[in-house]
């Protein structure tokens, strides 16, 4: 049997660390840009599109992350379409972020005055350019601070990962339990790091409030 | 011939009867002021006009053309309507400069230097030339509604549609906005005004009309109709204002 020293323990968990960076960034990319789409959709006077952006929201806010993995991972093997771990992990933590989003941004967009739409409106300025310079420019200005909270969210999403065999920073701690049988000390490490990554961006984000709200 | 015609214009929110079938007919270089008590439909049948409301029955028409509520339609009514609001409703992350450039920039395709010589053109007429790189909020609230007109003139309308201009403003920064209209009432824009501003009604436009309950109750000549009121409701209404 292998002998683990914690140099081991600590060098193989931030090997794994890695890992969980990427999955965050690739779900954090992928859930932003189907955000973006969903946002405005939402915002046209189409019936049709408003509604089917409130089921998908509905959907994967109102369903367990873990279960969004296994049937993006299990459910398309069998229907035929081979993934990976990390395509299915991409794929559910994707969507998982972008359903939140897209209801943290709504929030963010309907605090903006409707005087400004119909300002726009009257000016000649078309759905598309009134977003672009005057709704998103204001919008964002609110919406980082929240997002950026939300991110920590994803983070610690990505553990779930590990269920359906994707190897990150939780799997390769119960991979590690496993060969060493000290829980505590693994586990707790493994803890840490998640909070190493998250709490700067909790920090930043009521950084950003706080500049926000004295910019007001 | 009418730049702006209503003809039994008719709406509904819902069950909500609010205007019932107006008729309605504005020439050129006329300045109309349409008064009444709130919830009498003035300010919805101004939204008519600019397409940002929907009417059920009846037509309204502007240079010839009929207005509706669909998108394209609505952006080139754009190209002759100004429309000013109460809350003046400029864009906050922008300097003034940049709110009156951008709907010609944008919308109208000028070159930027173009824009920007229109933009300060519109600034000086309004007084506020020395303003141009300001932020909104550094403004009183007077000095933001005349930049809200700036940035409505400077699409060259045919006609600007006033909703209660003054009516967010504290009384002593009421004359400077006015005054800016009476120039441009001089000048022979079009002007048709929500408005509790009797004195401007009286001194400035050239018609009057009273709404009451979603309809055309009374109207005529400013200075006759103000000073020699025809119906019960009008005299009342003037005894409340005045």
Known sequence: ?216 | MSLVNLHQVHKYYGDHHVLKGIDLDIKAGEVVSIIGRSGSGKSTLLRCINGLEQYQKGGITLDGKEVTTDDIQVRRLALSVGMIFQNFNLFPHMTVGENVMLAPTIVLKKSKAEAEATARAMLEKVGLAEKFDSFPEKLSGGQQQRVAIARALAMSPKVLLCDEITSALDPELVGEVLKVLEQLAKEGMTLILVTHEMNFARDVGSRVVFMHQGKVWEQGDSKTLLSNPQTDELKQFMGAVL
């Not at chain 1, 292998?2 to 090997?15: A, G, K, M, V």
């Not at chain 1, 890695?18 to 006077?45: D, N, P």
């Not at chain 1, 989003?101 to 300025?125: F, H, M, N």
């Open chain 1, 1 to 216: 049997m292998i002998e683990f020293s914690n140099y081991d323990i600590l060098r193989n968990l931030l090997f794994a660390t890695q890992w969980t960076i990427l999955l965050s960034l690739a779900a954090f990319v992928g859930g932003t840009t189907v955000a973006l789409a969903l946002t405005a959709m939402r915002l046209t006077r189409n019936a049709i599109m408003r509604t089917l952006v409130r089921m998908y929201v509905e959907l994967f806010q109102g369903t367990p992350l873990l279960m969004q993995m296994f049937l993006c991972f299990f459910g398309l093997s069998m229907l035929g379409y081979e993934i990976s771990a990390w395509g299915a992990a991409i794929l559910s933590l994707t969507f998982f972020t972008s359903a939140f989003l897209v209801e943290i941004w709504r929030g963010c967009i309907d605090t903006l005055p409707k005087g400004q739409w119909e300002a726009s409106r009257c000016l000649g300025l078309s759905f598309l350019q009134t977003l672009r310079f005057i709704i998103l420019p204001q919008a964002i200005r609110v919406a980082t601070a929240p997002t950026v909270g939300f991110s920590v969210q994803v983070i610690k999403g990505t553990a779930l990962a590990s269920v359906i065999g994707f190897v990150e920073l939780t799997k390769v701690g119960t991979m590690l339990n496993n060969a060493t049988f000290e829980p505590f000390k693994v586990f707790t490490l493994v803890a840490l790091i998640y909070f190493m990554l998250c709490y700067p961006l909790s920090l930043y984000s009521k950084h950003l409030e706080k500049k926000f709200n004295v910019s007001r």
